[in-house]
Antibody, heavy 119, light 110 residues
Framework: QLQLQESGPGLVKPSETLSLTCTVS??????????WGWVRQPPGEGLEWIGS???????YYSPSVKSRVTISVDTSKNQFSLKVISVTAADTAVYYC???????????WGQGALVTVSS | QSALTQPASVSGSPGQSITISCTGT?????????VSWYQQYPGKAPKIMIY???QRASGVSNRFSGSKSGNTASLTISGLQAEDEAVYYC??????????FGGGTKLTVL
């Protein structure tokens, strides 16, 4: 059974960089046809797709965060990562890592990691 | 890009049927038969219920069904049960390997 697990600091200061890693177990992150991505959910609000990385390493980002976000993959560790620079309070959210078959939907989700931006 | 439009809330009594709508644009929902629906309980990760407009995800009850007409997709839950009370999100492929979510609909079982 595929499992995804987010890890990283739960508190980040304004203007600094948010970094999260997703560890995938029960399957290979290199499997063709699957994208790996991040979805966030501010407290009490809805879901927002942030971006995805394909099995070939191509990246795709939401226009709303494109200038501040980088998604990368480490196939040797079966992990992928998210970096968001210059964070503000508006970046406070639960961040979910996810698997996306052909980028068309999310079929597996991590449990979510709350990241709070505050001084 | 704007989120897909969903009603903020819907409600129904046990045994009844309800339908949640999801309205998009020609850039996303109208142009692709790649609409998915997710169920989320408080404090939990979302769970996929429907994908490619009408396909039920593995293990999902056949009380859940999806459809689409033009720029509007719908999720119908028949035989409403107390356990169906949750927030439901629609999502559409929006081209160029991007996704767009709806704002979410809170379903209350009366």
């Amino acid at each position: 059974q595929l499992q995804l697990q987010e890890s990283g600091p739960g508190l980040v200061k304004p203007s600094e960089t948010l970094s999260l890693t997703c560890t995938v177990s029960g399957g290979s992150i290199s499997s063709s046809g699957y994208y790996w991505g991040w979805v966030r959910q501010p407290p009490g609000e809805g879901l927002e797709w942030i971006g995805s990385i394909s099995y070939s390493g191509s990246t795709y980002y939401s226009p709303s965060v494109k200038s501040r976000v980088t998604i990368s993959v480490d196939t040797s560790k079966n992990q992928f990562s998210l970096k968001v620079i210059s964070v503000t309070a508006a970046d406070t959210a639960v961040y979910y890592c996810a698997r996306l078959p052909l980028a068309r939907r999310v079929d597996y989700w991590g449990q979510g990691a709350l990241v709070t931006v505050s001084s | 890009q704007s989120a897909l439009t969903q009603p903020a809330s819907v409600s129904g009594s046990p045994g009844q049927s309800i339908t949640i709508s999801c309205t998009g644009t020609s850039s996303d929902l109208e142009n692709y038969n790649l609409v998915s629906w997710y169920q989320q309980y408080p404090g939990k990760a979302p769970k996929i219920m429907i994908y490619e407009v009408t396909q039920r995800a593995s293990g999902v009850s056949n009380r859940f069904s999806g459809s689409k007409s033009g720029n509007t997709a719908s999720l119908t839950i028949s035989g409403l049960q107390a356990e169906d009370e949750a927030v439901y999100y629609c999502c559409s492929y929006a081209g160029s390997s991007t996704l767009m979510f709806g704002g979410g609909t809170k379903l209350t079982v009366l």
